[in-house]
Antibody, heavy 118, light 107 residues
Framework: EVQLVESGGGLAQPGGSLRLSCIAS????????MNWVRQAPGKGLEWVSY????????YYADSVKGRFTISRDDAKNSLYLQVNSLRADDTAVYYC???????????WGQGTLVTVSS | DIQLTQSPSFLSASVGDRVTITCRAS??????LAWYQQKPGKAPTLLIY???TLQSGVPSRFSGSGSGTEFSLTISSLQPEDFATYYC?????????FGQGTKVEIK
């Protein structure tokens, strides 16, 4: 079964850091571009970051640029998001999602909740 | 950045109704558009990609159409399990963007 499982979320103080992980199973991560998408409580979906299959192309939303870093370890079938300088408006469920060719994201993980509060 | 505007934002319908949701892009995106369904507390799931291609395993009552700047998602006969929030998503350029969502509720 193709599956993505995120972890690493939790409560962080403003200015703090977390490292989110996404472990893939049922397919080789190396064959797919990967993405992070977040959803603030009660709000819509917001794209956060993209990494290409080789890792040489990386993009970020302006709202996280300079604070978040996406990376991948294909040997561990894992995707990561290092989130630094956290702000209250970073509070959200963070989903990892596999790129389906260039046309969509599928599947998505179940999400990991990041709460930024003092 | 490409903005996606969905309409309506909220829709009240009955089981068996035909429902159409539209998504307008602020500039042309060819057919680089996907549609997702999200139920409360769950991750989004893919319904349609490349504007009109049905994802494997998705019921045929779902269909998508459009190209350029105007797109639509149609549910031909609404079923109880279809009550959810639907999002369009453009993959033409970075930053990727989503529509604001359309919540479909039971009338």
């Amino acid at each position: 079964e193709v599956q993505l499982v995120e972890s690493g979320g939790g409560l962080a103080q403003p200015g703090g850091s977390l490292r989110l992980s996404c472990i893939a199973s049922g397919f080789p991560l190396s064959s797919h571009a990967m993405n992070w998408v977040r959803q603030a409580p009660g709000k819509g979906l917001e794209w956060v970051s993209y990494i290409s299959t080789s890792g040489d192309l990386i993009y970020y939303a302006d709202s996280v640029k300079g604070r978040f870093t996406i990376s991948r370890d294909d040997a561990k079938n894992s995707l990561y998001l290092q989130v630094n300088s956290l702000r209250a408006d970073d509070t959200a469920v963070y989903y990892c999602a596999r790129g389906l060719y260039i046309y969509a994201y599928s599947p998505w993980g179940q999400g990991t909740l990041v709460t930024v509060s003092s | 950045d490409i903005q996606l505007t969905q309409s309506p934002s909220f829709l009240s319908a009955s089981v068996g109704d035909r429902v159409t949701i539209t998504c307008r892009a602020s500039q042309g995106i060819s057919n680089y558009l996907a549609w997702y369904q999200q139920k409360p507390g769950k991750a989004p799931t893919l319904l349609i990609y490349a504007a009109s291609t049905l994802q494997s395993g998705v019921p045929s009552r779902f269909s998508g159409s459009g190209s350029g700047t105007e797109f639509s998602l149609t549910i031909s006969s609404l079923q109880p399990e279809d009550f959810a929030t639907y999002y369009c998503h453009q993959l033409n350029s970075f930053p990727r963007t989503f529509g604001q969502g359309t919540k479909v509720e039971i009338k």
